[in-house]
């Protein structure tokens, strides 16, 4: 019976003085990363993978959008809930290069992990057998080259729509799924957008 429960509550603790005033939060701020840093790690195992990580900023700012779509060109959409989704880009212009043609790795992705605070963006592959990181890194650095010099293509930007807008779909998929999307959304201070992300990024 909760009315039995909260008096044996306030029996035991009542007493004990509080605490004062609610101590702020702490929050921490890296320092502004003014070059490269680069960490090589060894560990048992044959797989050799790569990974390169960008600064962006917190998921409330605008870039978000351009962001998402980027990652969309360069190996299709992620997962935007806690279910359904999974990958679809598999013609995506990293898988196609890396995997597909050059046969440089077995597996690509690029992910923008959005946080309330700022974030990462990653470039991630695992290498096939026999395949050294620098020619990995070379070719990974020309397909982003590239992207930089003509951006996009047409049917690349209509893909990563309609990819967006799959996976809002797949992340509404379920009541389940539709909580974590909107505790998600409210995690990163920007709940008000899971009706317009996707005519957003169009």
């Given at each position: 019976?909760?009315?039995a429960?909260?008096?044996?509550?306030r029996?035991?603790?009542?007493?004990?003085?509080?605490?004062?005033?609610?101590?702020?939060?702490?929050?921490s701020?890296?320092?502004?990363?003014?070059?490269?840093?680069?960490?090589?790690?060894c560990?048992?195992?044959?797989?050799?993978?790569?990974?390169?990580?960008?600064?962006?900023?917190?998921?409330?700012?605008?870039?978000?959008?351009p962001?998402?779509?980027l990652?969309?060109v360069?190996?299709?959409?992620?997962?935007?809930?806690?279910?359904?989704?999974?990958?679809?880009?598999?013609?995506?212009?990293?898988?196609?290069?890396?995997?597909?043609?050059?046969?440089?790795?077995?597996?690509?992705?690029?992910?923008a992990?959005?946080?309330?605070d700022p974030g990462?963006?990653?470039?991630?592959?695992?290498?096939?057998?026999?395949?050294q990181?620098?020619?990995?890194?070379?070719?990974?650095?020309?397909?982003?080259?590239?992207l930089?010099?003509?951006g996009?293509?047409?049917?690349?930007?209509?893909?990563?729509?309609?990819?967006?807008?799959?996976?809002?779909?797949?992340?509404r998929d379920?009541?389940?799924?539709?909580?974590?999307l909107?505790?998600?959304?409210?995690?990163?201070?920007?709940?008000a957008?899971?009706?317009?992300l996707?005519?957003?990024v169009?």
């Amino acid at each position: 019976q909760p009315a039995a429960v909260l008096e044996k509550v306030r029996a035991c603790f009542e007493s004990i003085p509080g605490g004062g005033q609610r101590a702020e939060d702490i929050r921490s701020v890296e320092p502004e990363q003014s070059g490269e840093r680069r960490i090589e790690v060894c560990r048992p195992g044959n797989a050799t993978y790569w990974i390169a990580a960008y600064h962006i900023p917190a998921y409330t700012h605008a870039d978000r959008l351009p962001l998402l779509v980027l990652e969309a060109v360069l190996s299709g959409a992620s997962s935007l809930g806690w279910s359904g989704g999974g990958s679809l880009g598999e013609s995506a212009r990293l898988p196609e290069m890396l995997v597909n043609r050059k046969k440089l790795a077995v597996s690509t992705q690029a992910s923008a992990r959005f946080l309330r605070d700022p974030g990462l963006f990653y470039l991630w592959a695992m290498l096939r057998d026999g395949v050294q990181p620098g020619r990995l890194e070379a070719a990974m650095f020309a397909e982003i080259g590239k992207l930089q010099d003509r951006g996009p293509s047409q049917p690349e930007l209509r893909t990563a729509l309609h990819q967006v807008r799959a996976q809002m779909e797949y992340a509404r998929d379920g009541i389940t799924a539709n909580a974590h999307l909107i505790g998600r959304q409210d995690t990163f201070g920007n709940l008000a957008e899971l009706d317009t992300l996707a005519d957003q990024v169009a």
